[in-house]
């Protein structure tokens, strides 16, 4: 674990995230990635952290931010969306830094399309939350503090 003195956990969201909650309802849900923001945000403080909630659709800048929180934060929550199933960079940049990584999903990917059952992340991070909605985010905070605290 690192030694960064903040609370701070990252959370992270790749690509097209943006439009949760305004297209694929049925698979995504009605929660818009502001409404996410806010219940991490909200989960957070009650026990005693602070999210910082990004989202970007670019490969690059999602890497330059695993390794910002090798300074500036004490875990991540990670929804890669679809560049969990392509990116060898993202999986080297959470390898690369030495803060601990949980992997998102709101849907199940193991249910869905082939092409999503592999992810490329999940070895880098020290567990993976799907399948449960937008509750994933809560859950995967959950058990990033757990890990924090007790591991
Ligand atoms: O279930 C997840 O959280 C995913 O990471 C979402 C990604 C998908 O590529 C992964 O396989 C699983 C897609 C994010 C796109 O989000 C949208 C939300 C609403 C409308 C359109 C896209």
Redesign the pocket.
Known sequence: MNTVSTNTLFVLN????N??????PG??GAKTLTDVDEACQAFAEINGYETDFRQSNSEGELVSWIHEAQSQAKGIIL????Y??TSIALYDAIKGIDVPAVE????N?HA?EAF?HHSMIAAACIGQI?GFGTN?YTLALRALMDHLEND
């Open positions: 790749g690509p097209n995230l439009l949760l909650g305004q297209r694929q698979i995504y929804n890669a969306g679809a969990t199933h998102v999903h709101i849907s990917i869905r999503r799907c994933s």
